[in-house]
């Protein structure tokens, strides 16, 4: 259901707000990049040193965000290591180190975490990746298939909740052998569990072991049904679980403005560019990535994606990042109310964090940081601290309503 005219949803909890970090590059304009992309596929013009990310973690720290999502892959840089980097240059923001069960063995993965986490305490939360792609998975030496990836994962995850719980662990799985594992520091609190998949394999490990539910960025009636599907799944375990979304934004004083910038990013793609990624990406084996390109197959093939209005897939919801992005290929497209009233809606259908991203990466967190949460807050749903007086008073806001 649409918000509008100030009639905002029931607000029961305030949302979690998340950046993403570009490891592996930053740009003025899309960087091909995320699921599925390959090695030296991904790069930007400004480079993502570890002086440029720490200028991003600074000011989402500032404007109360929870947390900064870490990629993982072979396109970008390790995620856990620029996460202890990062953890000096901040005081009080969190980590979403993403990380693929199985290429460690889970005692050193509850080791690292809890370490991180004796050090830079509630900062540390973690992304499962199972692994969309066979091919990858190979380059890092594992030869599972999809299922297997989620079976061991299921068990993977079991060891690491029992290790953080401090048991000592022995485990002859299938995939997944250990034996007296135990942890000579536990965490305090507890790494939270994100974790994402679309496939019917995903859901049942999502309902065990997961406190966030992660979906890309769908129109809100398909996000709801995985809401929905999860939150069911979750409940025959006896478990609770939150649920987070991954968007793209494009957030200006006005619609038109925000609209001219998603037409200025379509306009540097060409039909050859756009064909390569598309190549790539239609050999992946995620069921996720399938829906993002199903979002739009009809623009491609009619080769009305020329015009970025013709890409938006819902109100306000714009498919032109996945042209030739992997993974996250959405983004919240509008004015700074729009995009508000956009969040209020996914709020509607379950929606408790958002994970948010933009090019460039820290021009855009100050466009959605000084222009849209400051209407969030005004709504009730967002109540963060903020580390400077700045996001409450900046004249445009009021002037973009």
């Given at each position: ?80 290591i620029t996460a202890a980097l990062l953890a000096r240059e ?38 499962v990746v199972v692994g969309g792609e066979a091919h990858e ?150 069921e996720g990535q399938k829906r993002m390109l199903a979002l ?106």
């Amino acid at each position: 259901m649409a918000v509008r005219g100030g009639h905002y949803p029931a607000v029961t909890h305030a949302i979690k707000l998340h950046w993403f970090l570009p490891t592996y590059g930053d740009s003025r304009l899309i960087v091909g990049g995320g699921h599925g992309t390959p090695v030296g596929a991904a790069h930007g013009d400004r480079d993502a040193s570890i002086d440029y990310l720490a200028s991003i973690v600074r000011a989402a720290e500032t404007f109360g965000f929870t947390g900064a999502l870490i990629p993982t892959g072979a396109w970008c840089e390790d995620a856990f290591i620029t996460a202890a980097l990062l953890a000096r240059e901040t005081t009080s923001l969190g980590f979403l180190v993403a990380f693929r069960p199985g290429l460690v063995s889970p005692t050193l993965s509850a080791q690292m975490a809890a370490t991180f986490a004796r050090h830079a305490p509630g900062r540390i939360l973690l992304n499962v990746v199972v692994g969309g792609e066979a091919h990858e998975q190979r380059a890092f030496g594992d030869h599972l298939d999809k299922d297997g990836r989620y079976a061991r994962a299921d068990e993977f995850l079991d060891v690491v909740r029992r290790l953080w719980d401090g048991q000592t662990v022995s485990l002859d799985g299938e995939h997944i052998k250990v034996e007296d594992a135990s942890l000579a520091t536990l965490p305090n609190p507890v790494p939270p569990l994100y974790f994402g998949g679309s496939s019917a394999a995903a859901g049942p490990v999502a309902a065990r072991h997961a406190d966030v539910y992660l979906t890309w960025g769908e129109p809100p009636a398909a996000v709801a049904e995985k809401v929905d599907w999860i939150r069911r799944a979750a409940a025959a375990e006896g478990r609770q679980v939150r649920f987070g979304i991954r968007l793209h934004v494009i957030t200006r004083d006005t619609a038109d403005a925000a609209w001219a910038e998603a037409d200025r990013l379509v306009g540097a793609l060409d039909e050859q560019t756009v064909r390569t990624a598309q190549e790539g990406l239609s050999r992946s084996q995620s069921e996720g990535q399938k829906r993002m390109l199903a979002l739009h197959e009809a623009h491609r093939e009619n080769g009305s994606w020329h015009d970025a209005r013709s890409l938006e897939v819902a109100p306000n919801l714009w498919a032109g990042v996945g042209l030739v992005r992997g993974g996250a290929g959405t983004a919240l497209v509008g004015s700074h109310t729009e995009v508000a009233e956009r969040i209020a809606e996914y709020v509607e259908v379950g929606i408790d964090e958002f994970i948010f991203s933009g090019y460039p990466h820290l021009e855009e967190l100050y466009w959605l940081g000084e222009g849209v949460v400051p209407l969030l807050r005004e709504r009730g749903l967002f109540d963060a601290d903020v580390r400077s007086a700045a996001p409450t008073s900046i004249p445009f806001v009021g002037a973009a309503r």
